[in-house]
T-cell receptor, first 115, second 116 residues
Framework: DAGVTQSPTHLIKTRGQQVTLRCSPK?????VSWYQQALGQGPQFIFQ???????QRGNFPDRFSGHQFPNYSSELNVNALLLGDSALYLC??????????????FGPGTRLTVL | AQTVTQSQPEMSVQEAETVTLSCTYD???????LFWYKQPPSRQMILVIR??????QNATENRFSVNFQKAAKSFSLKISDSQLGDTAMYFC?????????????FGTGTRLTIIP
């Protein structure tokens, strides 16, 4: 059973460009959450997708947008990249109504560097 | 809003010794979950242990155990018989259950090094 996968592993972009990161959830999971982890910091919640809709959002600007596909995979898009967007982007998947709480399983992340 | 604080940026301990990582949190919720995650150099975030706030008994997973003090809003992780493979960043995290609509709030992490 494949866990959460993310692509690409590493990415280098320049300021002002746009980037798309991809995530495939663990088998049986229908919810995808995205987190940004700046160097030396803990992950910060960006947003969560369920049933192809953004269900909740953290304190991130509209430059950050996402999408979820019918097969539950997800994309994170960042427009007009800033140097401060350089970070490790983590995807986590969970099952919406599996139990009393829904454990999030993390992927290996995409390291984005903005020059 | 919930906050999670880890006041030890770095720690090191000799192999086979015991180490305790500290975490405090702030919330007005009565029902919640607390977690310790491990992030090795491979970057994959791995769940180490979970504690449900309504359970008074401290969680234990093999060499890992927690000291959960709800009134003090404290949640420390004890690693016994530490091994080289325990070297990693450790994050304390908070989650309010919300019918699948949950998010994790993380602390800033503690870098743990196990010395051979």
């Amino acid at each position: 059973d494949a866990g959460v996968t993310q692509s690409p592993t590493h990415l280098i972009k320049t300021r002002g460009q746009q980037v798309t990161l991809r995530c495939s959830p663990k088998s049986g999971h229908d919810t995808v959450s995205w987190y940004q982890q700046a160097l030396g910091q803990g992950p910060q919640f960006i947003f969560q997708y369920y049933e192809e809709e953004e269900r909740q959002r953290g304190n991130f600007p509209d430059r950050f947008s996402g999408h979820q596909f019918p097969n539950y995979s997800s994309e994170l898009n960042v427009n007009a990249l800033l140097l401060g967007d350089s970070a490790l982007y983590l995807c986590a998947s969970s099952q919406a109504f599996g139990s009393s709480y829904n454990e999030q399983f993390f992927g290996p992340g995409t390291r984005l560097t903005v020059l | 809003a919930q906050t999670v604080t880890q006041s030890q940026p770095e720690m090191s301990v000799q192999e086979a010794e015991t180490v305790t990582l500290s975490c405090t949190y702030d919330t007005s919720e009565s029902n919640y979950y607390l977690f310790w995650y491990k992030q090795p150099p491979s970057r994959q975030m791995i769940l180490v242990i979970r504690q449900e706030a309504y359970k008074q008994q401290n969680a234990t997973e093999n060499r890992f155990s927690v000291n959960f003090q709800k009134a003090a809003k404290s949640f420390s992780l004890k690693i016994s018989d530490s091994q080289l493979g325990d070297t990693a960043m450790y994050f304390c995290a908070f989650m309010k259950p919300n019918f699948g609509n949950e998010k994790l709030t993380f602390g800033t992490g503690t870098r743990l090094t196990i010395i051979p």
